[in-house]
């Protein structure tokens, strides 16, 4: 299966079994027996979708939190994502 000259794979669970982009449930003025779900197609390289970055991701640990027995971190990481 593709879209305009791009595979179209199923994206349905993570590693551990999660549902990622479930099958949703029958849609309102719809029969009952039809079900529907997402579907995305991205081309991603050198000249399409491209990420970027400024500087390096930067982590600090904050140590422990009182109310809970959780240890915390602080990630900073400046990212985003470009057309070319």
């Known amino acids: 299966m593709s879209y305009n000259g791009l595979?179209?794979?199923?994206?349905?669970?993570?590693?551990?079994?999660?549902?990622?982009?479930?099958?949703?449930?029958?849609?309102?003025?719809?029969?009952?027996?039809?079900?529907?779900?997402?579907?995305?197609?991205?081309?991603?390289?050198?000249?399409?979708?491209?990420?970027?970055?400024n500087g390096v991701v930067e982590t600090r640990d904050l140590g422990s939190w009182k109310p809970k027995p959780v240890m915390r971190t602080r990630v900073e990481w400046f990212f985003g994502t470009c057309d070319i």
């Open 7 to 53: 595979p179209i794979v199923q994206v349905d669970e993570d590693n551990v079994g999660n549902q990622i982009l479930p099958v949703l449930g029958a849609q309102p003025r719809r029969r009952a027996r039809q079900r529907s779900t997402s579907i995305y197609v991205l081309s991603l390289g050198d000249r399409a979708l491209t990420g970027i970055q």
